[in-house]
């Protein structure tokens, strides 16, 4: 199904944009945080686009909103347009940025970022030069805070993420190997980042809420490296949703009658360090600018509200 307009009728950047967040965010409360609108505001204008287009696009519940299918096609279809709007009003408007900033990202959205972000800004700002660092979320936080970097994309837990600094929920499972049908262990043998990660946090947490003994087999800084321990067999790790369901993965979600815990859903978000000797404020704000504006189209696939699921 393609969702056309008749020839006197457009679509409402700002709707699509409130809606293109909810996506993201998972719930309307958290859209109107980051939007500075109230809540009434943020429903009226996702009814106002639902009217527009004569579609359903969100389902309402307690825990947040999911995605119709026709919602689901409205996204895919514009995710392009939005993302060309706004990089055309930046090519346009922007004030000239220039100077070092020094961003970090973790390992799993490197891909993400590398693939239009980072680019564009290179391209389109030509006297920005990014320093990008790899580590955990723990980690890039500290550096944040002690001004080692400028800017930090990082996950956190749902109840220690910030509404205004908040990009995509992301959705954490239990992995274990594709071909694995036997009972989880008593003592569950887990793959593990280092303390700093956020993942392990809940993992753990989640482990001893429950009284489950576990222990750790396998660990490592690299998501790779996890994430091959866990195909392997060797272990069982917390894991992003779209990651696991990757085909080519080697790996499998736990099902919840396989004896694990439920898990808190976390947020993506940017966090920025105090301003420091020689840190250029317009450089730091037009990278983070653009980190915002790609996520609300261009979320890593973890990020996705699928149709017919819970927000």
């Known amino acids: 199904m393609t969702i056309n307009l008749t020839h006197d009728r457009t679509l409402?950047?700002?709707?699509?944009?409130?809606?293109h967040l909810a996506c993201a965010l998972g719930t309307l409360r958290a859209v109107a945080e980051r939007r500075h609108f109230t809540l009434g505001a943020v429903s009226q204008q996702i009814k106002r686009l639902e009217h527009q287009l004569g579609r359903t696009l969100l389902v309402r519940s307690r825990s947040g909103v999911s995605l119709t299918a026709e919602g689901a096609r409205l996204?895919?279809?514009?995710?392009?347009?939005?993302?060309?709007h706004d990089t055309l009003i930046h090519r346009l408007i922007d004030r000239p940025a220039a100077g070092v900033?020094?961003?970090?990202?973790?390992?799993?959205?490197?891909?993400?970022?590398?693939?239009?972000?980072?680019?564009?800004?290179?391209r389109s700002h030509p006297d920005l030069?990014?320093?990008?660092?790899?580590?955990?979320s723990g980690t890039l936080r500290h550096l944040v805070?002690?001004?080692?970097?400028?800017?930090?994309?990082?996950?956190?837990?749902?109840?220690?993420?910030?509404?205004?600094?908040?990009?995509w929920r992301t959705r954490p499972v239990w992995a274990m190997a594709a071909g694995e049908r036997e009972a989880i262990p008593a003592l569950v043998p887990l793959a593990l980042h280092p303390a700093e990660c956020p993942y392990r946090a809940i993992a753990l947490t989640a482990l001893e809420?429950?009284?489950?003994?576990?222990?750790t087999v396998f660990s490592s800084a690299s998501v790779t490296a996890v994430e091959s321990a866990v195909a392997a067999g060797l272990a069982i790790s917390v894991l992003d949703r779209a990651r696991v369901e990757n085909g080519h993965s080697g790996m499998r979600e736990a099902g919840p009658g396989e004896g694990l815990p439920a898990l808190p859903a976390c947020f993506a978000c940017l966090v920025e360090g105090p301003p420091g000797l020689g840190t250029n404020a317009a450089a730091v704000q037009t990278v983070g600018e653009r980190i915002q504006a790609a996520a609300v189209t261009g979320a890593p696939p973890n990020a996705a509200l699928p149709a017919g699921t819970g927000g």
């Open 12 to 19: 409402d950047i700002d709707l699509l944009r409130t809606f």
């Open 75 to 84: 996204r895919a279809q514009s995710a392009t347009l939005l993302d060309e």
């Open 101 to 122: 900033v020094r961003l970090g990202v973790p390992e799993e959205y490197v891909p993400a970022l590398l693939g239009s972000v980072l680019p564009d800004l290179a």
């Open 129 to 136: 030069h990014l320093h990008v660092r790899t580590d955990t």
């Open 145 to 167: 805070d002690t001004g080692t970097l400028d800017l930090a994309l990082v996950v956190v837990p749902e109840a220690q993420a910030p509404s205004r600094h908040r990009l």
């Open 209 to 215: 809420a429950a009284g489950r003994d576990w222990e």
